[in-house]
């Protein structure tokens, strides 16, 4: 074979090894690829099954409403209602940055403003850009096919009773949860529980479809309250009227069912709108009725003459010499204004609203049943009626009592409390001597305790209704009822002792006497009319509450034959409720008689804010 021959067979030869090189090659290859695909499919199946779930398979919540919120009658007082929220991919929105100012004018919001918040959130694949619009709106922001732009169902809370029962309620914030009030102390019951599904999106970050139910939607459960929406209005607007006459600061109700410790109604002034939260001042959403404390003044009497009459140091019939007028203290004196009272019974302690009779008294009960009792009355006791931040009080135990204080005490200064505590009181009193915290809901039953003898309770009762038929709180007197209670005007104290023509205005009371039904505690804050005794300032307001609940809640009448004596004179007419309207103007005696006005100067009053006047 020639050279040219030789190298043809070479050639020939290294072509089909070359060939079966390459066989070999591409066979190998396809067993690794067959071999991955293996181990991809069957091996590590649930790792790139998860992967690539994650990129178009999402879980998303399932919104649920809140629990709605009645008053004693069902009638709604927070509902939730359904809203939309508007939310982008950010990522996906600024690769079309020429789409971002009509977004901005769906959204009435600068469009510099929501460039810089996508800027912000570059690297994020969500963001909301508006929260809680009416879903209407949010349909036609979605419909506008902004790429990135998405809506989301949400609930937003509504408090139809507006500003008259934002202390009671609270409020919800963004995300519907309570903020304060009722809706804070029962969130976990109002809340529910969110659902979730499973869902594909593309690659847009739209739904496209449901696939999977994770776990449903768990709706809040409703709560029914204690407190009546109708006599809630009449107690604000009847504060409110009274704020307003007598230009105060402010002031605060409570009533309270006196056999079952529900509270009725609760108002204070200043309010605020809880459905615009945003726009309300701090101080004007704390519930004063349960948070803010004073000093009791002369409503303090009757629990101090029930004390003594418990510790069997008098009876109703004792003698109390009052002369002169006035009585040295230490370096104080006390004082009864504008006269001296002369010799009285008990009773006429409470009508007169003495101070040194309430000081004579209380001298002769020991310091530690004094502190006892009133700690039983719940002073000094937070009520544990269940509202979020209700205050204890500041009632000093005996060893720290100087020796002007359980004089002081005895007519309402050198102690502080809440007006529910007040309330909670004077329901006791009402109910028997048997206290009853209070509640807000419904049908709750609290465990009543016995703190003083019924007999004695019914005998203080008698005696509170002197200071409205003889007293200085003839105001709060309603044609056809007896009613029992107590004036009380307090000086205000400051930081450096009691500050001059600032006071508080008080009174506490039960109707009807003889069965009450009610106990209702109104206080008004710093009244800068020209008149600021209790008598004139709070118990007219008692009066037009009272009138109003006792006609709505059925009240039968307990004093019918004043009631039938007024309508034989002329002074009313035959009405078809047995109920009369407002009563006569009466003439009502000095009401500085009742106003305690024994107090240190400012410079000497102490931290406890004590009564005398040097």
């Not at 600032?502 to 506490?508: I, P, T």
């Amino acid at each position: 074979m020639n050279s040219s021959g030789r190298a043809r067979t070479r050639t020939q030869f290294n072509l089909r090894q070359r060939l079966l090189w390459v066989g070999v090659g591409l066979g190998l290859c396809s067993v690794t690829l067959v071999g991955r695909a293996a181990y991809v499919q069957l091996v590590n199946s649930d790792f790139y099954q998860r992967q690539g779930e994650a990129r178009y398979l999402r879980e998303v919540p399932i919104p649920t409403s809140r629990g709605m919120i009645t008053d004693r009658n069902g009638e709604p007082v927070a509902v939730s209602t359904p809203v939309a929220s508007i939310w982008v991919n950010p990522q996906e929105l600024l690769r079309h940055p020429d789409r971002i100012p009509e977004l901005a004018q769906a959204l009435r919001i600068p469009a510099d403003e929501l460039g810089t918040r996508l800027s912000q959130k570059a690297d994020k694949e969500f963001m909301y850009v508006r929260r809680r619009i009416n879903p209407d709106e949010a349909e036609r922001i979605v419909g506008l096919k902004i790429p990135g732009v998405f809506s989301q169902r949400e609930f937003r809370r509504f408090y139809p009773q507006g500003e008259a029962m934002a202390h009671v309620l609270g409020f919800t914030n963004i995300d519907d949860r309570g903020q304060e009030g009722l809706e804070l102390a029962f969130d976990d019951w109002l809340r529910g529980k969110p659902g979730v599904k499973k869902v594909i999106r593309d690659r847009k970050g739209a739904i496209v479809e449901s696939i999977d139910l994770v776990r449903a939607a768990e709706p809040g459960k409703d709560l029914t309250l204690s407190i009546d929406r109708r006599i809630q209005f009449l107690a604000m607007r009847e504060l409110r009227n009274a704020v307003t006459a007598h230009k105060a600061s402010g002031g605060s109700v409570v009533v309270m069912d006196v056999a079952t410790g529900e509270v009725l109604a609760m108002a204070n002034l200043p309010t605020y709108n809880p459905n615009a939260v945003g726009n309300a001042k701090p101080d004007a959403r704390r519930n004063r009725a349960v948070t803010d404390l004073v000093e009791p003044g002369s409503t303090m009497k009757p629990l101090t003459v029930a004390t003594a009459l418990q510790a069997g140091v008098v009876s109703p019939a004792t003698i109390i010499d009052t002369n002169p007028g006035y009585m040295a203290l230490g370096r104080y004196t006390i004082k009864d204004v504008p006269r001296n009272n002369g010799v009285l019974d008990v009773t006429g302690v409470i009508t007169r609203s003495s101070n040194i009779g309430a000081a004579k008294i209380v001298d002769k009960v020991p310091n530690q049943t004094f502190y006892d009792s009133l700690r039983n009355f719940g002073y000094g006791v937070a009520p544990q009626s269940g509202f979020p931040g209700e205050a204890a009080g500041m009632l000093a135990p005996p060893g720290r009592w100087n020796g002007l204080q359980k004089a002081t005490m005895s007519y309402g200064y050198g102690l502080n409390v809440t007006p529910l505590q007040i309330a909670q009181a004077y329901a006791a009193l009402g109910n028997g001597g048997k206290l009853i915290p209070p509640t807000f809901i419904k049908g709750q039953r609290n465990e009543a305790r016995q703190v003083i003898d019924p007999k004695i309770a019914t005998d203080v009762v008698r005696m509170m209704e002197t200071v409205v038929t003889q007293g200085g709180a003839k105001q709060a007197g309603i044609l056809g009822y007896h009613v029992a209670g107590k004036t009380g005007t307090a000086r205000k104290a400051g930081p450096g002792g009691y500050v001059r023509n600032h006071y508080n205005s008080l009174f506490a009371g039960v109707v009807p006497a003889t069965n009450p039904r009610f106990a209702t505690v109104i206080v008004v804050n710093d009244p800068q009319g020209g008149t600021y005794y209790g008598g004139l300032v709070s118990a007219p307001v008692f009066h037009h509450v009272m009138e109003g609940a006792l006609r709505l809640m059925d009240v039968p009448p307990d004093d019918i034959q004043s009631w039938l004596a007024a309508q034989a004179s002329g002074k009313i007419g035959h009405a078809a409720s047995i109920l009369p309207t407002a009563p006569e103007a009466q003439d009502l005696p000095d009401p500085a008689a009742e106003f305690d006005a024994a107090l240190p100067t400012a410079a000497a009053a102490p931290a406890q804010a004590q009564e005398a006047r040097q």
